[in-house]
């Protein structure tokens, strides 16, 4: 059984390109290591096409029974990754190869390094298709929806197991340069199947990678070769020009620099990109501004949930200058009838999300104003999802949510099915435990609909969700989308 699925293993690997013909028998014999088996013998089946999930579920299974792991999700995925090492070129091969490519074009270096990322097992598609997708219309263009369901539960084994483990600082993030084939423990993902390119940025060492998670086509996260914290100033829009100049292709965005409109890894300084045109970027700019000093820089309000001006010029230099001009601006601004304070009690309030693209010969950054203030009423931050959306989505608005995608939490898929046979059997959402924050919502929308059943049931509860996903985008806006919240804007803009 393991000589099969060690042969259909690197069949995989020929077939993909990760295993040259040549080491074909190298490949072998460091899997019959990993097995701690010492003889092989060629079994006799061709395999075509072959399934890496099966396959790597094959060897799993034996590598329970012989002992070498446990059986639970968290050993798997260790194991696992041991196992596609096995396969991968080395970091140097990767990095010669994706630069030979880069020679043809960006784009072509860029396809090579997602493929290897995919094909690794580093990027596992099989559970990113698990992933729930649909798009919703809204007044601000079409708004993308995904309930995340690639990352896997935890075992309660695996989860007792980290708890008790030796606390380990190395590596000191999930991005950090040494992560690049670190086997990982139960509390620190496996990362001997994954690579990194090494780029340049603001003329320091950066790394270029992939998004085990990919939310969107080519998401790829650009990170500092040094462990220091995320930072929004003059230099931030320097590294995003840096990338994009690199790869004009892909977009390069940063999530702002403070808890709550910040992101999950505040601690280590990167940004997040790629080939994917988001509605945000789609939205078109609804006035335009002129801002003294840089009457050559076009600019304007984008119409947008959350307040984004948008700058655009052929010289990202004239960008990268007037987006400081703004930062330093919006880091000190304080309108008390706008509910805009730039500090209480010594705590910084005002930040920037900025995200940079190229548009044919011309640059363009979106500057969207962030505040993290909170009250007693918005414990959670102001400009941030009100608690009445809190059944949906909850956590912060980072930047991918700001360009226009909800990455919602998994619970959601359980929920959402479990509600629509309440709904479709006219049974009251409030009596059960999982469902009862759901309850009001439902009765809102339910008498907007005249013929609910089967066929459509879930159509329309993915459609609801979107709606309050656009609710919770302009929660998150500062300045709100009324002539009110726009002339405070213009306010605001004033002062540049």
Known sequence: ??????????????????????????????????????????????????????????????????????DSIGYRDLFDTKIMNCLMPRPAQVQEKFWKEYEKSPETATDYFYKLSQDSDYIRRYRIKKDRK?????????????????????????????????????????????NEGYAGRLNHPARENHRIIPITVNESPWGFQYSPYVYYNEHCIVFNGQHVPMKIERNAFVKLFDFVKLFP????????????????????????????????????IEESVTIPGYEDVEAGIVN??????????????RLIDLAAHVLDNWRGYTDEEAFVFAETDGEPHN?????????????????????????????????????????????????IEVMGLAVL??????????????????????????????????????????????????DILQEEVGQVFVKVLEDAGVYKCTPEGRAAFKKFLATL
């Open 409 to 458: 939490p998994a619970r959601l898929k359980d929920e959402l099915e479990l509600l629509a046979s309440y709904i479709l059997e006219g049974r009251d959402p409030a009596e059960n435990e999982m469902l009862e924050k759901h309850a009001d919502w439902v009765n809102e929308f339910l008498p907007k609909y005249r013929d609910i059943n089967e066929k459509n049931v879930m």
């Open 134 to 178: 649909w798009t919703v219309d809204s007044t601000y263009g079409t708004i993308d929806i995904t309930i995340n369901l690639s990352k896997p539960e935890k075992d309660p084994k695996a989860i007792a197991a980290a708890r008790n483990a030796k606390q380990s600082s190395y590596p000191k993030c999930l991005l950090c340069m040494e």
């Open 304 to 317: 947008w949930p959350l307040s984004v001006l948008r700058i655009r010029h052929k010289d990202e230099k």
């Open 1 to 70: 059984m393991l000589n099969n699925s060690i042969k259909k293993l690197v069949q995989y690997g020929l077939e993909t390109g990760l295993v040259p013909a040549c080491e074909k028998n190298y490949t072998i014999n460091l899997l019959l290591d990993l097995f701690r088996q010492d003889d092989y013998e060629e079994p006799q089946e061709e395999y075509r096409d072959v399934d890496l999930e099966e396959t790597l579920g094959e060897l799993l299974d034996e590598a329970v029974k012989r002992g070498l792991i446990e």
């Open 351 to 399: 930040t920037i999300t900025p995200i940079a693209r190229k548009i044919g010969d011309t640059f363009e950054l979106d500057l969207t104003l962030r505040n993290n203030i909170t009250t007693e009423e918005h414990p959670l931050g102001v400009y941030h999802p009100h608690a009445q959306y809190h059944h949906i989505k909850k956590e912060n608005i980072g930047l």
């Open 249 to 284: 292709h892909y977009f390069l965005g940063s999530n702002a620099d403070l808890p709550i409109v910040g992101g999950s890894i505040l601690s280590h300084d990167h940004f997040q990109g790629g080939h994917y045109t988001f509605a945000m970027a789609k939205a078109p």
